[in-house]
């Protein structure tokens, strides 16, 4: 019984590490599901996918991850980066809302020096390996 005490301490701990990070999630979130959009609980993520607008396409990117929470431009968009989302929702969970700096600090000093800042960005490359080895 004690260890799965430890357990559930450890992951409210994990929560409330990444908890800044959510927080923002959770307001990008609101106006999505208040306009239309679905949102859902997997795995102790919560996932918004965005109503059917059509200017979402013009967004740089089809997915995103603040903390606990997921943010989708459609249910299809979440269904397919689901792994890789949470691969990042576990960076949150280890670096807390440090994240929010560390991820454009990497693609800035990666950009500097030439290289690709989102491909060669090592939080995308550990979320695309570990997600392509889970399939």
Known sequence: MKKRDALAALRRLRY?????????????????????GR???????????????PHLSRLPF???TLGHVVLGISPAVLAHWRQHEHIHVRQYERWGALLLLA????????????????????????????AATRR
Not at 17 to 22: D, F, Q, R, V
Not at 42 to 52: I, M, S
Not at 105 to 110: D, H
């Open 103 to 130: 991820y454009p600090a990497a693609s800035l000093w990666l950009w500097l020096r030439g290289r690709r800042p989102y491909l060669d960005n090592p939080f995308e490359r550990e979320a695309r390996g570990e």
């Open 16 to 36: 409330l590490w990444a908890a800044p990070a959510s927080a923002i999630g959770l307001l990008l979130a609101l106006p999505l599901w208040l306009a239309g």
């Open 62 to 64: 089809c997915a995103i």
């Open 39 to 53: 949102a859902q609980r997997v795995n102790g993520v919560l996932e918004v996918a965005a109503p059917p607008w």
